[in-house]
């Protein structure tokens, strides 16, 4: 299954072809992804395993986004996901002659927003309507409705959603 999806991946997923998300969120499914209805997703998307990769409904998958999913991720219903992000579930322990692989799981929850060229590590939780600022490094948990910004990013101000 692994070999299969390096073959179907550059084709519709992470090609510059506009393909319609329909197709790409299908093809996602048969390849063990849950995801959700409405869900937008851009050119140029990298996704390492579908299988480790769950996507709420109305989100939004922007181009050149790389899901570097080791290890499971979860997209709430209403999230954004900036153009050129970076989610990273794995890391190589440097402590250890032969650096093992570390993996953590990834959730980001309904309404959260990772700004343009951010990024994500492993083990993050971004909680409900928070938003990593552009160019931020997510780490940990990040509160809920408030705006991280940084590296690492640290809550800047609450965020205020209006009508």
Known sequence: MRVLW???????????APWPYSIKRSLLRLFGARIGKGVIIKP????KYPWKLRIGDHAWIGESVWIDNLDDVTIGDHCCISQGAYL??????????????ITRPIQIEDGAWIGAMSIV?????????SVL???????????????HQGNPAKPVRERQIKP
Request: charge should be positive; include cysteine.
């Open 6 to 16: 390096f073959l179907i991946q550059p084709l519709f997923i992470s090609g510059r």
């Open 44 to 47: 140029k998307v990298r996704i």
């Open 88 to 101: 990273l579930c794995g890391n190589h322990d440097y402590t250890k002659p032969a650096f093992d692989l």
């Open 121 to 129: 590590g492993p083990g993050a939780k971004l909680e409900t309507e």
């Open 133 to 147: 600022a552009a160019g931020s490094v997510g780490l940990g948990t990040l509160e809920a409705r408030m705006v």
